[in-house]
């Protein structure tokens, strides 16, 4: 029984702050050094200065507001790659991926919980979420893919995570 709650469980009740790798006491655009790509949106609400320059636009309520929350977003990930700043640039594909993955929870979960916590983490039901957040998903992927299949992005994440991970 032990082990199928621990199973059940998010992984967010297990974390451990100090072996992750990004640290919200470090400038990552002064100390670049110390950004790690790792996977999918790790880092995403704790790197600075770039989670205060992206996340203020980071919206999905409707599909209008994901329109331009993610063109928004998108124009950083252009200014970023142009002028060399892959830390930044990743940091803002991050952001795209995050609202398609957060859209998609609302979309399928109402209100995006999916855990029962007062009920050993139960898995909620799925299906009783706000359709138009899946809207707000579609076009947040369509700008996640863009993102990730830029050439130069691409690039120059290959030779990121080859040197410092």
Do not use: H
């Not at 967010?12 to 670049?32: E, G, H, T, V």
């Not at 790197?47 to 998108?74: D, H, L, M, N």
């Not at 399928?108 to 007062?118: C, I, L």
């Amino acid at each position: 029984m032990q082990k199928e709650l621990a199973s059940r469980q998010p992984g967010y009740l297990k974390f451990d702050n100090d072996s992750y790798s990004w640290k919200p006491d470090i400038d990552y655009r002064q100390q670049p050094e110390k950004y790690r790509v790792g996977k999918g949106e790790q880092g995403v609400l704790i790197c600075e200065p770039y989670k205060s320059e992206i996340g203020r636009y980071w919206r999905f309520k409707s599909k209008e507001i994901a329109e331009q929350s993610s063109a928004t977003i998108f124009g950083l990930f252009e200014g970023y790659l142009k002028s060399g700043d892959f830390a930044g640039a990743d940091m803002a594909r991050k952001y795209l991926q995050m609202g398609y993955t957060r859209a998609r929870r609302y979309a399928n979960y109402k209100g995006g919980k999916k855990y029962n916590a007062q009920r050993d983490y139960a898995l909620l039901e799925r299906g009783t979420g706000d359709p138009e957040k899946a809207e707000s998903a579609k076009i947040f992927y369509r700008r996640w893919k863009e993102a990730e299949s830029d050439p130069v992005y691409s690039a120059m994440k290959k030779v990121w995570k080859n040197a410092r991970g």
